[in-house]
């Protein structure tokens, strides 16, 4: 299962709420914006989405 992780980085406030809410280090911080390092070691916990104010972090398995 490959699961697609999109950030809209015309929504993102760079708050870097996700990054610190992803204990799966799916998501890191990389100069001034999260990116996302390693898909595949999503474990769908939602807490990304959760934490983001912006609603600017897309899900989707494929
Ligand atoms: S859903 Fe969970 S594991 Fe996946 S990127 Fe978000 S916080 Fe990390
Ligand atoms: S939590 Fe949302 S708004 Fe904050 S840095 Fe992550 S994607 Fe951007």
Do not use: H, T
Not at 13 to 38: A, H, Y
């Amino acid at each position: 299962m490959i699961v697609e992780i999109r950030i809209d980085y015309e929504k993102c406030n760079r708050c870097g709420k996700c990054v610190k809410s992803c204990s799966f280090g799916v998501l890191e911080w990389f100069e001034d914006r999260p990116i996302v390092v390693n898909p595949s070691e999503c474990g769908r916990c939602g807490e990304c989405q959760k934490n983001c104010p912006m609603n600017a972090i897309y899900i989707k398995e494929r």
